[in-house]
């Protein structure tokens, strides 16, 4: 059997819980040397009782816009608003993309 170093460390999820911002456009973004992944505004479902000001025919000025993500371990269940860490790195890393505020 062979240890991954990796393997013990990715096997926490963690929770965003947030508003979308008042911009133009925003994502969860992670990456390591030969993975990425990405969480779009437009693919974020909104909390109960709350909307997405990014999708069609919404309000941008909206005060009702929580959402909850989720950054998940490698090979984990993909839930909706989740993005995966990259298996391949120890210190896996999630940046908050904002462009544009209005």
């Known amino acids: 059997m062979e240890f991954c170093p990796y393997q013990a460390i990715l096997t926490t ?3 965003i819980k947030g508003q ?3 911009v133009r456009y925003m ?4 990456s390591s ?3 990425s992944d990405a969480l779009q505004d437009f693919q974020i479902v909104s909390d109960s009782g709350n909307v997405n000001p990014v999708q069609p ?3 941008r000025s909206t005060v009702t ?3 909850t993500a989720w950054f998940v371990p490698p090979n984990s269940m993909q839930h909706q608003n989740s993005i995966e860490m990259p298996s391949d790195t120890s210190s896996p890393n999630l940046v908050l993309r904002i ?4």
Do not use: E, G, K, L
């Open 20 to 22: 979308f911002p008042y």
């Open 57 to 59: 025919r919404i309000d």
């Open 99 to 102: 462009v544009r505020a209005d």
């Open 27 to 30: 994502s969860f973004q992670t």
């Open 65 to 67: 816009r929580s959402y």
């Open 33 to 35: 040397s030969t993975q």
């Open 13 to 15: 999820a963690f929770r």
